[in-house]
């Protein structure tokens, strides 16, 4: 086997005979191949690989963000994003008052409380949503988001539901839905 590089032309010369292949290599253009039949000069096209570059994929999810936002708190020294011990009041009594009445630390717990309810409001969505109920149901598109607000299921009620639960209670919210949605037909007369 021998090797011939070519030159900043393409240009290259390399002892063969007929009937020889000759092989093209570059990291940036397919493997190409010429079966030499004369000694007169060629002419070879490579075809060129595309070639994408590194696309890194992140987690960017409800919980990443709270974690996120939660490690900024830390950043700016609040560490008990609750109520701390009592008995910090004693052995700690500078950090007891710090971390009761500074306003990064209320900030703090005010985004607690609004991030246990995302959590939670996801948690029902992710089971409770258009698809779950358009498969238990035969509802209209346009009754669907006013369903979806009268019924909502609390976490809790999520929590203890199987997917079959899940079903039947769709189904018996659906009935009292019609019962109370369904149109007055007295005031036609």
């Known amino acids: 086997m021998t090797q011939a590089r070519s030159n900043i032309y393409g240009v290259f010369s390399i002892a063969s005979q007929s009937g020889d292949t000759l092989q093209f290599k570059n990291d940036n253009f397919q493997a190409t191949e010429f079966v030499v039949k ?3 000069d060629q002419v070879i096209f490579m075809t060129p690989i595309i070639q994408l570059g590194e696309v890194v994929i992140k987690e960017n ?5 709270i974690k ?4 900024g708190y830390r950043e700016k020294s609040v560490f008990y994003t609750g109520t701390p011990h009592y008995y910090y009041l004693f052995l ?16 703090a717990r005010r985004f607690n ?10 948690k029902v969505s992710a089971r409770f949503n258009d698809e779950s109920i358009k498969k238990a149901i035969p509802i209209a598109d346009s009754e669907l988001e006013s369903f979806e607000l009268k019924y909502m299921p609390s976490l809790k009620q999520i929590d203890v539901m199987n997917d079959y639960d899940l079903v039947i209670y769709i189904k018996n919210c659906y009935e009292s839905f019609k019962k109370n949605n369904s149109p007055d037909t007295s005031d036609l007369f």
């Open 61 to 65: 999810s409800l919980k990443s963000d």
């Open 68 to 71: 996120e936002v939660q490690r």
């Open 38 to 40: 004369d000694f007169a």
């Open 113 to 122: 409380k609004f991030a246990s309810k995302q959590v939670a409001a996801s």
């Open 92 to 107: 700690k009594p500078m950090t007891f008052i710090y971390e009761n009445f500074k306003s990064e630390v209320k900030d």
